[in-house]
């Protein structure tokens, strides 16, 4: 841990960073941008996730310190190192997340302590109940023997339904109140719809599908489920905004969401709108009832969030809106990157004439 510690002598600021927590940007040293420290320390848990990239590029791009706790492969993290200049991220590997002391060696010096860590489903050694409540409970602790300014935890849009059928979102529910019993004064929690991204499992569930069958199966059409997706960058942006925001001027939670409302109809076929996508057909529009087309999933958990839950919205909490980041539209990043799930799709599939249509399924069958 000693290691941690050099990072608030580095630069021209001997000064507990800590006493700037009030006002983090007013000291800048260095040429701008990643070559420069804005004298503000912060620990992100989850960084290697899906998610964490985003946070961790758009800190580095400010001149902001990092500290990453990870336990996964230490060669998975190593990619976050390009978005800080040298010196400005400390990567700890921390294969057991359970002790509580190791937990507060990390955030002692950090004036902001991110939380991003919550398993979207059962893991081989891992409950669900672990990964995101035991774990958030820890930190949590952690951060309250340390006296850290700022807590920052990362939940669902629908955590406010302790009735929902999906366990994830059940999770978030416990870990928020988990939270607010350990730090009810510091912390913030953001409350966040289903992301979309190059890599997010949203899209993923039902573009996998188009691609491989030709075909998705939604629960009552997919007319009942609303969602309103958000980017991932503007999720995290969001939480960058609110990491550079004076102590006073943060809200104690945040709902992040899309500009739009999208049915789970309307999203399948946005998505097989895009050009050369590999399937030319539609959703199925036969009534399927709930028992049945749950004995064909392949991800139970996957199919109550995305196909059975609704976003639950809770009225009068400031959103992206009101942090100065217009959201951006589902459609309007569609095209960009809904391709890479595509396994066989490659550019310039169109009807050559064979009566094949070029598609997918049409060039498996001819195998």
Same mark, same amino acid.
């Given at each position: 841990?000693?290691?941690?510690?050099?990072?608030?002598?580095?630069?021209?600021?001997?000064?507990?960073? %800590?006493?700037?927590?009030?006002?983090?940007?007013?000291?800048?040293?260095?040429r701008?941008?990643?070559?420069?420290?804005?004298?503000?320390?912060?620990?992100?848990?989850?960084?290697?996730?899906?998610?964490?990239k985003?946070?961790?590029?758009?800190?580095?791009?400010?001149?902001?310190?990092? @500290?990453?706790?990870?336990?996964?492969?230490?060669?998975?993290?190593?990619?976050?190192?390009?978005?800080?200049?040298?010196?400005?991220?400390?990567?700890v590997?921390?294969?057991?997340?359970?002790?509580?002391?190791?937990?507060?060696?990390?955030?002692?010096?950090?004036?902001?302590?991110?939380?991003?860590?919550?398993?979207a489903?059962?893991?081989?050694?891992?409950?669900?109940?672990?990964?995101?409540?035991?774990?958030t409970?820890?930190i949590?602790?952690?951060?309250?023997?340390?006296?850290?300014?700022?807590?920052?935890?990362?939940?669902?849009?629908?955590?406010?339904?302790?009735?929902?059928?999906?366990?994830?979102?059940?999770?978030?529910?416990l870990?928020?109140?988990?939270?607010?019993?350990?730090?009810?004064?510091?912390?913030?929690?953001?409350?966040?719809?289903?992301?979309?991204?190059?890599?997010?499992?949203?899209?993923?569930?039902?573009? %996998?599908?188009?691609?491989?069958?030709?075909?998705?199966?939604?629960?009552?059409?997919?007319?009942?489920?609303?969602?309103?997706?958000?980017?991932?960058?503007?999720?995290?942006?969001? @939480?960058?905004?609110?990491?550079?925001?004076?102590?006073?001027? %943060?809200?104690?939670?945040?709902?992040?969401a899309?500009?739009?409302?999208?049915?789970?109809?309307q999203t399948a076929?946005?998505?097989?709108?895009?050009?050369?996508?590999?399937?030319?057909?539609?959703?199925? %529009?036969?009534?399927?009832?709930?028992?049945?087309?749950?004995m064909?999933?392949?991800?139970?958990?996957?199919?109550?969030?995305?196909?059975?839950?609704?976003?639950?919205f809770?009225?009068?909490?400031?959103?992206?809106?009101?942090?100065?980041?217009?959201?951006?539209?589902?459609?309007?990043?569609?095209?960009?990157?809904?391709?890479?799930?595509?396994?066989?799709?490659?550019?310039?599939?169109?009807?050559?004439?064979?009566?094949?249509?070029?598609?997918?399924?049409?060039? @498996?069958?001819?195998?």
């Open positions: 841990m000693k290691m941690i510690r050099s990072l608030k002598l580095r630069g021209s600021l001997p000064v507990q960073c %800590r006493a700037l927590s009030s006002n983090p940007l007013l000291v800048t040293t260095g701008g941008g990643r070559s420069s420290t804005n004298a503000q320390t912060v620990t992100v848990f989850g960084a290697t996730g899906d998610l964490g985003f946070l961790i590029n758009t800190l580095g791009a400010m001149g902001t310190q990092l @500290i990453i706790p990870h336990r996964c492969e230490p060669h998975r993290a190593l990619p976050l190192k390009v978005s800080s200049d040298l010196g400005q991220q400390h990567h590997y921390m294969p057991d997340m359970n002790d509580v002391a190791e937990l507060e060696q990390l955030v002692r010096y950090s004036d902001v302590v991110v939380n991003l860590t919550g398993a489903e059962k893991e081989l050694h891992r409950t669900m109940l672990a990964s995101n409540v035991h774990l409970h820890k949590a602790r952690a951060c309250k023997n340390q006296n850290v300014p700022c807590f920052i935890h990362a939940s669902h849009i629908s955590a406010g339904d302790e009735k929902s059928p999906s366990e994830f979102i059940r999770m978030k529910g870990s928020e109140k988990v939270v607010r019993h350990e730090l009810p004064e510091t912390s913030v929690i953001v409350r966040a719809a289903d992301v979309f991204s190059m890599e997010d499992t949203f899209t993923r569930y039902i573009s %996998r599908r188009l691609t491989m069958r030709g075909r998705v199966k939604l629960y009552k059409h997919g007319l009942e489920t609303f969602h309103h997706q958000v980017f991932a960058p503007d999720f995290m942006r969001g @939480i960058t905004k609110i990491i550079q925001a004076k102590d006073q001027d %943060r809200e104690p939670m945040y709902q992040f899309g500009p739009e409302r999208y049915s789970m109809n076929e946005i998505i097989m709108g895009v050009p050369n996508f590999n399937t030319k057909s539609r959703p199925i %529009r036969d009534f399927m009832t709930m028992k049945r087309l749950y064909r999933q392949c991800n139970r958990e996957q199919f109550f969030r995305y196909q059975v839950c609704s976003d639950h809770t009225e009068g909490l400031p959103g992206l809106a009101e942090l100065g980041l217009p959201p951006t539209n589902f459609e309007e990043k569609t095209v960009g990157w809904v391709k890479t799930h595509g396994e066989f799709w490659k550019p310039g599939d169109q009807d050559d004439g064979s009566g094949r249509d070029g598609t997918a399924m049409s060039r @498996i069958k001819a195998r």
